[in-house]
């Protein structure tokens, strides 16, 4: 583990959330076909909500914590207004 100001580099933490993703990705794409939901918007939102985690699992202070915070919170609300309006 390295701290360069903002960032702290653990590698760790960054491939769980990358491996974490990736199978919540793999499991989703049955549901999204049952659904008839499944589109690219699905996989741009969840790349973004995967984005502020990476970043934010290795946030070295609380601006750079909160800022990818909020990246990670919008992302994951759009996913929940895109699958919650076709029910």
């Known amino acids: 583990m390295r701290h ?3 960032v702290v580099t653990d590698a760790l933490l960054i491939w769980l959330v ?3 993703s ?9 549901y999204l076909r049952d659904r008839d939901l499944f589109k690219g ?3 741009t939102l969840g790349l973004f909500a995967v984005l ?3 970043i934010m699992v290795s946030a ?3 601006l750079t914590l909160y800022l990818f915070l909020d990246v990670t919170t919008l992302a994951e609300f759009y996913l929940v207004s ?5 029910h």
């Open 41 to 43: 918007e699905f996989y």
């Open 60 to 62: 070295g202070d609380f």
């Open 4 to 6: 360069d100001g903002a």
């Open 18 to 20: 990358t491996y974490v």
């Open 22 to 30: 990736f199978l919540a990705f793999l499991y989703a794409k049955d």
């Open 82 to 86: 895109l699958l919650g309006a076709v």
């Open 52 to 54: 502020g985690m990476s």
